[in-house]
């Protein structure tokens, strides 16, 4: 069975930092570009990162560049999200999503184009 599990999730106040994991089962994460998303109440979903799945390309969405980094652990199965300096408005349920794009240095903000999602962990930024 094809699963995404997302982790890591929590309350932080602002400023803080938490990581978050998305371990794949029933299928391995070498040949799938992992996208992070988040949506908020009453928001679309947007994308806040990605990664390849060759050369570890990255894409940061400008309202998180240079506080969150993705990378993959391969041996592992698991992409993780870490993120710093954490706002208010980072406030979200964050998910996970795996996508066999034929071009493998690349990856896409786009949730459309993403063939598995997890469950989703939810992230609380409040004082």
């Known amino acids: 069975q094809v699963q995404l599990v997302e982790s890591g999730g929590g309350l932080v106040q602002p400023g803080g930092s938490l990581r978050l994991s998305c371990a794949a089962s029933g299928f391995t994460l070498d040949y799938y570009a992992i996208g992070w998303f988040r949506q908020a109440p009453g928001k679309e979903r947007e994308g806040v990162s990605c990664i390849s799945s060759s050369d570890g390309s990255t894409y940061y969405a400008d309202s998180v560049k240079g506080r969150f980094t993705i990378s993959r652990d391969n041996a592992k199965n698991t992409v993780y999200l870490q993120m710093n300096s954490l706002k208010p408005e980072d406030t979200a349920v964050y998910y996970c999503?795996?996508?066999?794009?034929?071009?493998?240095?690349?990856?896409?903000?786009?949730?459309?184009?993403?063939?598995?999602w997890g469950q989703g962990t939810q992230v609380t930024v409040s004082s």
């Open positions: 999503a795996a996508a066999a794009f034929l071009v493998r240095t690349v990856c896409s903000e786009f949730p459309t184009v993403y063939d598995y």
